[in-house]
C-alpha cells in the first residue's frame, strides 16, 4: 500500500521530443507528488510537484498530469535536451507522515 | 552556503569496521532523513527525525544508529559493516508541512 510503481525503467528520447514517465500509487492518503531529478554524482533535486485538488501542473517545459480517480500521475518533458539526461524519480507523502516514498527511477538519455 | 552538507563524500572501509556519516542543514527545517541509495538508484528510506525526536525507522538492523544532537544535525554511525551495505547513503531535510525534500550530494559507502 505504500508503493509508488515508475515506469518505465530506462527511456531514450530524440532532442526535441516529449519525454513521459508514469507513476501509479495505492495509498489514498498521499497528498503531495514530486518529481526529482539526479544527475550522477548529486543528490535529487525537487523538480516540480502536485497535489491532488489540481489535475495538472505546468512549469516551463515539464508538466505534471495527475488522475485522481486511476491513481496515477506522469511527468512530460516538453522539448526534451541533451541536458535532461538524468535519473528521475515521483514521488508521494502524506502532510504529518515524515516519509516520502520514492519510484524506482527512470533513466532518461536524450539524443543530439 | 550548502543547504544540506553531508561528510565525508566517500569512504572505503573493510568488513567489520565502524563508520560514522555526519549531516548538517542550515535552512531551518524541522525534519531531517536518512536514505539508502543502492546500486539500481533505488531510494529507500531509513529514518526521519522530527525536532530530534525519531519517528520513522524503518526496520533498519539496528546496526544503524542515528543521532541528532540539534534541529540542524543528524549523524549516522554504523557498526560492524557488511558488504550489503555498499551504497549511497544521502541525508536529506525537509519542512513537515511542505512535503519537499532538500539532498545532500550523498556519502558513498564502500565495503570490503
Known amino acids: 500500500q505504500q508503493q509508488v510503481k515508475q515506469s518505465p525503467q530506462s527511456l531514450i528520447v530524440q532532442k526535441g521530443g516529449i519525454s513521459i514517465i508514469n507513476c501509479a500509487y495505492e495509498n489514498t492518503a498521499f497528498d503531495y507528488f514530486p518529481w526529482y531529478q539526479q544527475f550522477p554524482g548529486k543528490g535529487p533535486a525537487l523538480l516540480i510537484a502536485?497535489?491532488?485538488?489540481?489535475s495538472e501542473k505546468k512549469e516551463g517545459r515539464f508538466t505534471i498530469s495527475f488522475n485522481k480517480s486511476a491513481k496515477q500521475f506522469s511527468l512530460h518533458i516538453m522539448d526534451s535536451q541533451p541536458g535532461d539526461s538524468a535519473t528521475y524519480f515521483c514521488?508521494?507523502?502524506?502532510?504529518?507522515?515524515?516519509?516520502?516514498?520514492f519510484g524506482a527511477g527512470t533513466r532518461l538519455f536524450v539524443k543530439a | 552556503d550548502t543547504a544540506v552538507s553531508q561528510t565525508p563524500k566517500y569512504l572505503v572501509t573493510q568488513m567489520g569496521n565502524d563508520k560514522s556519516i555526519k549531516c548538517e542543514q542550515n535552512l531551518g527545517h524541522d525534519t531531517m532523513y536518512w536514505y539508502k541509495q543502492d546500486s539500481k538508484k533505488f531510494l529507500k528510506i531509513m529514518f526521519s527525525y522530527n525536532n530530534k525526536e525519531l519517528i520513522i525507522n524503518e526496520t533498519v538492523p539496528n546496526r544503524f544508529s542515528p543521532k541528532s544532537p540539534d534541529k540542524a544535525h543528524l549523524n549516522l554511525h554504523i557498526n560492524s559493516l557488511e558488504l550489503g551495505d555498499s551504497a549511497v547513503y544521502f541525508c536529506a531535510a525537509g519542512q513537515s508541512n511542505t512535503g519537499e525534500l532538500f539532498f545532500g550530494e550523498g556519502s558513498r559507502l564502500t565495503v570490503l
Open positions: 514521488a508521494a507523502s502524506y502532510t504529518g507522515g515524515f516519509k516520502t516514498i
Open positions: 502536485i497535489r491532488p485538488d489540481v
